[in-house]
C-alpha cells in the first residue's frame, strides 16, 4: 500500500493554505493565524481528504477521509485578556472567567489542575482551552463546524497567533473513512480510522 494513514500531502495543503494567507493577512512568516490553520480543514470536512492506496492486487484507490475534532488545548504565553488589550481587540475574559468556565466543563482530574493555578500557568502558561470529545464518530460534526461553534464560546480560536501559544498546544484530529474511488469492499485498512496530532505554537519553550 502507497499508505495506511492519510497522505502527507494533507498536512502539506494545510501549510501551503497557511502560507498564502501570511502575506494577505500581515503575519510574519514564522507564525501563523489559527483561524488560517482552521480555514485549511473548511474542504476536508465537506468533501473528504483524499488518500492513495495500492491494493495487494496491484490496483490504486483513492481513500476519502473525514476529520472531526478529537481534542484542543490552548495555553497563552500570556493571559488572553493582555493578548486582546495588546491588539487593540475588546473580546476576550480574564484568566478567572476563563477558568471557572472551565472548571464547569471538564473532568476532575483537568479541575484539580487548575485549582493548583500558579503551578498551572508557571509550567504551561495560561489555559485558554482544553476539549475532548466525547461523543460517537458518527455523531461528531465536521472539524470545521466544531470549531465554529467553539468559537462562540472561545473567539480567540479565530483570533490568536501560533506565537501567542505555549509548547504545550495541540489539536488532535480524527479521520474517519467515508468512500473510496473505485468503490472497495472487504479490505480492511480501508475502514481503519486515524488520529492525528499536531502542535500549534511557535513561540519555542517557555
Not at 476519502?64 to 478529537?70: E, N
Not at 500570556?78 to 481587540?89: F, K, M, R, T
Request: with cysteine; glycine share 6%.
Amino acid at each position: 500500500m502507497v499508505s495506511i494513514n492519510p497522505d502527507s500531502k494533507i498536512k502539506v495543503g494545510a501549510l501551503k493554505s497557511l502560507e498564502e494567507g501570511h502575506e494577505r493577512e500581515g503575519v510574519r512568516g514564522d507564525c501563523f493565524l489559527l483561524s488560517e490553520l482552521w480555514k485549511a480543514y473548511a474542504t476536508w470536512s465537506g468533501f473528504g481528504a483524499e488518500s492513495p492506496f495500492i491494493l495487494e492486487n496491484g490496483n490504486t484507490v483513492i481513500q476519502f477521509y473525514h476529520p472531526t475534532l478529537s481534542a484542543l488545548q490552548i495555553y497563552t504565553t500570556q493571559p488572553y485578556a493582555s493578548l486582546s488589550d495588546s491588539e487593540g481587540s475588546t473580546a476576550g475574559s480574564s484568566d478567572q472567567e476563563m477558568e471557572e468556565g472551565f472548571e464547569a466543563t471538564e473532568d476532575d482530574a483537568l479541575t484539580a489542575q487548575l485549582e493548583n493555578g500558579q503551578q498551572t500557568r508557571d509550567h504551561l502558561g495560561h489555559l485558554y482551552l482544553h476539549y475532548n470529545e466525547e461523543s460517537d464518530p458518527d455523531k461528531r460534526p465536521p472539524f470545521f463546524v466544531k470549531i465554529n461553534e467553539l468559537a462562540d464560546t472561545y473567539p480567540a480560536l479565530m483570533t490568536l497567533k501560533s506565537t501567542d501559544l505555549c509548547p504545550d498546544s495541540w489539536v488532535a484530529v480524527a479521520w474517519h473513512p467515508i468512500y473510496s474511488i473505485p468503490e472497495v469492499r472487504k479490505v480492511g485498512e480501508l475502514r481503519a480510522s486515524y488520529v492525528t496530532y499536531h502542535m500549534l505554537s511557535t513561540s519555542g519553550s517557555l
